[in-house]
């Protein structure tokens, strides 16, 4: 099993629509989490980092479920600009090197 | 925010010769940086983990002698990839952690022809 994993998609959604993504890790033991995104020949930008009680900023919002090891990412009124990938991010456990998932990729049109 | 600068962001080289890439971050020590490599529609694979002032650690199935990692300060960690070939062509990416959060170098895009 892949320490993070993640649905490749495409998610392909109409202008306005909500759309979730989850991330699965498999270590328990790990304390960071992030949701990034990626835009096609960039780096990576981080989104928002997930806390144990949820955050929110503007439309998105970002959950953490520990006992069943996944994180979330749900954009509200999805805007074409959102279409990039979103790539979940881990970290800690015993180790310090952030863990990718392959990413998620979004397709917002009109 | 914490910033991390990458250089060159993109290289066409010849096959057999050798492309250094260049990692700094600009307002914070890194004690640990990161390299990485993407291939077109693949998740970014960590390649080794550079320390500084000593020897890199590299994932496996990376050959350490064709990716050569120097991160001679706190600021600078260095990858040559060495007598390129055509398959060596990718999107690789250098990061340092600030804190739990990492920060990206713009990347550079390698063409071996």
């Known amino acids: 099993r892949k320490e993070v994993e993640q649905d490749p998609g495409p998610f392909n959604v109409p202008e306005g629509a909500t759309v979730a993504f989850n991330c699965t890790y498999s270590n328990s033991a790990s304390q960071s989490f992030f949701w990034y995104r990626q835009d096609c020949r960039k780096e990576p930008k981080l989104l928002m980092s997930v806390y144990s009680s949820g955050n929110e900023d503007g439309r998105f919002t970002a959950q953490l479920n520990r006992a069943s090891q996944y994180i979330s990412l749900l954009i509200r009124d999805s805007k074409l600009s959102d279409s990039a990938t979103y790539l979940c991010v881990v970290n800690g456990g015993g180790s310090y090197i952030p863990t990718f998932g392959r990413g998620t990729s979004l397709i917002v049109h009109p | 925010g914490a910033v991390v600068s990458q250089h060159p962001s993109r290289v066409i080289c010849k096959s057999g010769t050798s492309v250094k890439i260049e990692c700094r971050s600009l307002?914070?020590?890194?004690?640990?940086m990161f390299w990485y490599r993407q291939f077109p529609k693949q998740s970014l694979m960590l390649m080794a983990t550079s320390n500084e002032g000593s020897k890199a650690t590299y994932e496996q199935g990376v050959e350490k002698d064709k990716f050569l990692i120097n991160h001679a300060s706190l600021t600078l960690s260095t990858l040559t990839v060495t007598s390129a070939h055509p398959e060596d062509s990718s999107f690789y990416i250098c990061?340092?952690?600030?804190?739990?959060?990492?920060?990206f170098g713009q990347g550079t895009r390698l063409t071996v022809v």
């Open positions: 307002d914070f020590q890194a004690t640990t």
């Open positions: 990061s340092a952690l600030g804190g739990a959060e990492a920060f």
